[in-house]
């Protein structure tokens, strides 16, 4: 449950944002996050954004999640 | 690498998801064999108590009531049963995030939720905010059952056990984004031990144990590092720590296989005590010594590894778990049986 997943976010309305993650669009709160514009990174906990990430390091998480998603199938 | 007298290192780690990532990279594998990479109590679910699986026992029996959860909290066991055994299709529903838990409320308005609040610091302010949010806006018909837990007390706890034999330890990085690397620092000011905080590529972890391994060798000096930086900031996330504080009170937690450890877990404040479902509900944490077949206790304090376990992939499977540590993808026993099998 611990699992923080990266996101790109698409759009922001007040304390909620439309992003993707891991391929699936989804509705977010990003209330923990100040000045959070389209096109951003973030870590997602839980269905709030934790932490802004920068690009790197979401491809990096995406690829790890990924394959550790296929070794559960 | 020098080692003359050939001690066993220890290195601990407290995040599931390092779990994970150190086990399926396989690094320990490639490392010394007097190097041990030990999983602490890294996982919020593995450690909750029996006690409070029983306090959300007590709240089942109130046909009022609907328990919302992570799905993770259904097998673990209280004292007799776990949530599984006991659920029927409309009193325990699993949720992704607490928002779900709003409009479960909304969509129930005679009946009462209470969501069961478990996790460490990455989760809190999660809870904290939407705390926050149903203080103001509703619904009142939604409480919280809080387990929440402090990392810092738990890893003070371990460290200052004589027992242990811990050499070096990796950070956890999620709850390290939220309270900053700087909340870690006690273990190399307090301890005088070597700590890194890293990222979860199996490349981010070995650059972290080779530079504890370098300090435990005596090759540099004892440090602090933060090799994370592209996740973890100094300070972490102000807005998160601020949420954190205005919600929740600082109080003694009970944690599984280890017991009470003060100052370790997170209640809600006075302020929101209408939110608090023990104060809603009555209910009363009833501590009773736990049965002990299972070496959960000795694993998450770093003691042992789940292959000094005699039940490990005996009578111990995560089909049939015994104990906390299997019952959760991210607990050492799990991911140790279910990655780690080579080492048979
Ligand atoms: S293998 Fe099972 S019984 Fe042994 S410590 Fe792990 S969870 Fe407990």
């Known amino acids: 449950m611990c699992l923080a997943v990266p996101t790109k976010i698409t759009s922001v309305q007040g304390n909620y944002a439309y992003a993707e993650t891991m391929g699936i669009r989804q509705k977010i709160n990003i209330q923990l996050i100040e000045n959070l514009v389209p096109g951003e990174f973030v870590l997602l906990h839980a269905g709030f954004a934790i932490e802004k990430i920068d690009q790197r390091e979401y491809l990096f998480l995406k690829k790890i999640l990924n394959e550790m998603m296929e070794d559960d199938e | 690498m020098m080692n003359d ?10 995040c599931g998801t390092h779990t994970q990532a150190i086990v399926k990279s396989g690094i320990r594998y490639i490392l ?25 026992m007590d709240l089942l029996s109130n046909e009022e009531v609907i328990l919302a959860t ?51 610091e990455t989760t809190a302010p999660i809870i904290a905010t939407t705390i926050k949010n149903v203080q103001e806006n509703g619904p009142d018909n939604l409480f919280f059952l809080s387990a929440l837990k402090r990392m810092e007390p738990i890893l003070r706890f371990i460290l200052e056990d004589d027992r242990n034999k811990i050499n070096g330890l990796i950070c956890p990085g999620h709850v390290a984004s939220v309270l900053g690397s700087d909340a870690f620092r006690f273990i190399t000011e307090d301890f005088h031990l070597p700590a890194v905080v890293c990222g979860f590529e199996a490349e981010d972890i070995k650059k972290g144990v080779h ?20 996740c973890v900031r100094t300070t972490g996330n102000k807005l998160a720590k601020d949420y954190m504080e205005e919600v929740f ?39 009773i010594p736990k ?43 799990s991911a140790h049986y279910k990655y780690g099998k080579v080492v048979f």
């Open chain 2, 32 to 56: 010394p064999n007097y190097v041990k990479l030990l999983s602490g109590p890294g996982c919020p679910v593995c450690v909750t108590s029996e006690s409070y699986i029983d306090m959300a």
């Open chain 2, 249 to 287: 009170y600082i109080e003694d937690g009970y944690w599984r296989g280890i017991g009470k450890v003060p100052n370790s877990a997170l209640g809600l404040d006075k302020k929101y005590q209408n939110l608090d479902a023990k104060y809603k509900f009555g209910v009363k944490e009833k501590i």
């Open chain 2, 291 to 333: 049965p002990s077949a299972c070496q959960c206790g000795e694993i998450i304090l770093g003691l042992k590894t789940p292959y000094e376990c005699k039940q490990f992939a005996v009578s111990c499977t995560p089909e049939n778990p015994l104990g906390p540590c299997m019952i959760s993808s991210e607990g050492a026993c």
């Open chain 2, 5 to 14: 007298d050939k001690k066993i290192i220890r290195i601990l780690e407290v």
């Open chain 2, 70 to 120: 992570f799905g993770d909290m259904l097998k673990v066991k209280g004292t007799f049963y776990s949530l599984f055994e006991k659920k029927t299709k409309e009193n325990v529903v699993i949720l992704y995030s607490p928002e779900d838990a709003i409009v479960l409320a909304q969509k129930n308005p005679e009946k009462k939720v209470v969501f069961l609040a478990v996790g460490f």
């Open chain 2, 211 to 230: 530079l504890l391994l370098d300090q435990i060798d005596g090759k540099s000096p004892v440090s602090f590092a933060n090799l994370y930086e592209r």
